[in-house]
């Protein structure tokens, strides 16, 4: 494996998730560090790193801690969406599993940055006793030395850490569905504007940064080492960093891999991962993944930022990459997801709601063979009327793929209905 | 029935004097995270709490929660149909939730849902007989590195099943008790496109910036509005 290594730094060493690990390799000096800056310094270093949201959108963060800042209205808070639900994603659990300092340092400087003195990390229900546990151990570890709770390191801040759960609900992911649970109802997304950033928008109504577990792993390392060199990590311009790509599918290795942000899907699957298993062949790539536009084999040269993928039709979405091989039938895969999104929409808005239990019923008959060449056409008409209809992006990350896996592997279908 | 209640008044408690002991110290928990005056924002958590103990969310459960926090007992019911986790119906001591989102589904899932719908003797959707197990489909577990993933109770990850470990982890649940869960035919109903149905009676989406509001007693909610 090639590559500078941030953020799985610690992972193989014993107790990786301890505080005596995290410390002896340096931990806890990056926020020592930040504290002596002003906060608006961080932010231009966060700026200037070019880090992207890791959640999935691919947001600029300094740009939205800047959104955050110029509100006049306190209290400010940072929320952090532990809630991991996008199909072929799993490596926020692998961080606060295995090195949940280094997210609490950066989430502890994002307060500094913000000057938010009160943060919840959402996990979602099934972390309770494994991934949250482990982050809860180190909340206490954390507050015990002094990194969290009453004028840190004493530099005057205040900062709290709460970690909270979910209860199964894949919409809750979406930030101010996240919101909505945190408050303590059923997670119907909020109609923007205002958003989250925005007084009105934010948590209990007030100016709220929502971040992805990793990307505030990322703060200590960008604090360390500044902006500018951190952006240089990337392979892309304005992708700055290593990623966690969290690789699945056929491949001999899976599993969740830090590679420069921006390395393309066929050095990822050689170079890491092994390859395909053998007597697997690689047909398609879900490069960020369910939600994410597919590619065929012959695409796997592309690059995987968000720029790139943007241009290409498709996004780098949370960092899932599942490489599927010759025995799936694309139609019987995107029958799959429809069930997922079917039965995450949340309902409230008609072409989410009704597109997507339409579009799963129609692969459903296809799958069957009982399909017609027109309801092939029409799993991708119905979800181009889907499109940028809706309150939140679910509705658009089920069309994406329903278009794309008909256009790239049409025969799939056909093989599957009469006429 | 307690589906369009406004009243919350004294709710007797569906615990024991020993899940009472440890479902108060929870709530009290979950409560401290939140700002004084946003304690009905512990609702997800003292939910979990009630479940935790009566092994599934009761009617009378409900109910106990909203009193407790003074929230409608509406919007109680809103937020326990709406999270897959809450358990709505009893469900066996042991509840086995097989991942079938689209990694475990490409690597074997659909076998394993079948192996366990055979060893249990039941569909997906179901209790068995002597009140042991259940079995679920369930979305992705962010466990896809190591599909096909199971889910055992809500909590424990069980990754890269085989045939074998299947087989090993079902013996080892029959000898263990398991979560003190009540007795019962049915969980959650198993049509995926179930709730999408029952979602599909119309349905007020709220004005900008706001959750939706479906009922009056829900608009006329006791936490301060925005
Ligand atoms: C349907 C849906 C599900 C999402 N699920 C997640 C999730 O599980 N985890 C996450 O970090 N972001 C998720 N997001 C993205 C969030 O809305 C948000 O963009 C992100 O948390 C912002 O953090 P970042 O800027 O650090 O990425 C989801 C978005 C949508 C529309
Ligand atoms: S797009 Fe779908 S999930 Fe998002 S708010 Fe509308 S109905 Fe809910
Ligand atoms: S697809 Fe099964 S755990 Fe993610």
Redesign the pocket.
């Known amino acids: 494996m090639t590559g500078p290594k941030i953020l799985t730094a610690d992972w193989d060493k014993p107790q990786s998730w301890s505080l005596d690990t995290y410390r002896a390799s340096g931990g806890y000096q990056a926020l020592a560090k930040a504290l002596k800056m002003q906060p608006q310094q961080i932010v231009d270093e966060v700026v200037k790193s070019n880090l992207r949201?890791?959640?999935?959108?691919g947001?600029p963060?300094g740009m939205?801690w800047n959104f955050v800042r110029k509100e006049t209205s306190f209290p400010k808070y940072l929320v952090v969406?532990a809630?991991?639900?996008?199909p072929g994603t799993f490596k926020d659990r692998e961080i606060l599993l295995r090195s949940p300092h280094m997210f609490l340092e950066g989430l502890i400087i994002g307060c500094y940055a913000i000057e938010c003195h009160l943060t919840y990390v959402y996990c979602r229900g099934e972390f309770r006793e494994s991934a949250m546990a482990r982050l809860e151990k180190a909340i206490e570890e954390a507050r015990a030395a002094g990194y969290i709770g009453k004028n840190i390191l004493g530099s005057g801040l205040d900062a709290e850490v709460h970690a909270v759960y979910g209860a199964g609900a894949?919409?809750c992911?979406?930030?101010t569905a996240l919101l909505e649970s945190l408050e303590g109802r059923k997670g119907y997304p909020r109609l923007k504007p205002p958003f989250p950033a925005n007084a009105g928008g934010g948590l209990f109504k007030q100016p709220t940064a929502?971040?992805?577990v990793e990307?505030l792993a990322n703060m200590p390392a960008i604090v360390t080492m500044g902006g500018d060199e951190f952006s240089r990590l990337g392979l892309v311009p304005k992708n700055g960093g290593t990623r966690l790509y969290a690789v699945s599918g056929q491949v001999r290795k899976p599993g969740v891999y830090e590679a420069p942000m921006g390395i393309s899907f066929k050095a990822l699957l050689d170079e890491y991962c092994g390859g395909m298993r053998q007597g697997s062949t690689l047909k398609a790539i879900i490069p960020g993944g369910a939600s994410s536009a597919v590619m065929t084999a012959a695409e796997a040269d592309w690059a995987s930022d968000f720029d790139t993928l943007k241009a290409k039709k498709t996004m780098a979405g949370?960092g899932a990459v599942v490489y599927l091989d010759q025995s799936v039938n694309m139609a019987q895969a995107l029958a799959n997801l429809m069930h997922f999104f079917a039965h995450e929409s949340c309902g409230q808005c008609t072409p989410c709601r009704e597109g997507t239990a339409w579009l799963s019923r129609l692969l459903d008959k296809i799958v069957a063979g009982k399909g017609e060449k027109q309801d092939v056409d029409n799993v991708h008409q119905i979800a181009r009327q889907m499109e940028m209809k809706t309150i939140?992006?679910?509705a658009d990350?089920a069309a994406m793929p329903a278009k794309s896996y008909i256009e790239k592997f049409r025969a799939d279908f056909d093989a599957l209905v009469r006429g | 029935m307690i589906s369009l209640g406004t009243q919350v008044g004294p709710v007797e408690s569906p615990f024991t004097p020993e899940q009472q002991q440890r479902f108060d110290a929870g709530l009290e928990r979950a409560i401290a995270k939140y700002p004084s005056e946003r304690r009905k924002a512990a609702l997800l958590a003292a939910l979990h709490l009630a479940q935790d103990e009566l092994g599934w969310v009761s009617e009378p459960a409900m109910a106990y929660v909203a009193f407790r926090l003074d929230v409608p007992p509406v919007r109680v019911r809103e937020v326990a149909t709406f999270y897959t986790m809450y358990r709505l119906r009893p469900v066996g001591r042991h509840h086995i939730g097989v991942c079938n989102s689209i990694s475990c589904w490409a690597m074997g899932a659909e076998q394993v849902l079948r192996q366990c719908s055979e060893m249990l003797g039941i569909r997906p959707g179901e209790t068995s007989g002597d009140g042991h197990f259940s079995l679920e489909e369930v979305a992705c577990l962010a466990a896809c590195g190591g599909a096909p993933a199971v889910l055992v109770n809500n909590y424990t990850f069980y990754e890269n099943v085989t045939a074998e470990s299947l087989k090993a982890l079902i013996r080892d649940l029959r000898e263990q008790p398991g979560k003190a869960m009540a007795k019962g035919p049915l969980p959650r109903l198993p049509d995926p496109h179930a709730h999408i149905e029952s979602q599909s009676t119309p349905q007020a989406t709220g004005t900008l910036g706001q959750p939706a509001v479906t009922t009056r007693a829900e608009a006329g909610s006791t936490e301060p509005k925005r």
């Open positions: 949201g890791r959640g999935g959108a947001f963060t939205k969406n809630d991991e639900g996008e894949y919409i992911g979406e930030e929502v971040n992805n990307t949370s939140c992006a679910l990350g």
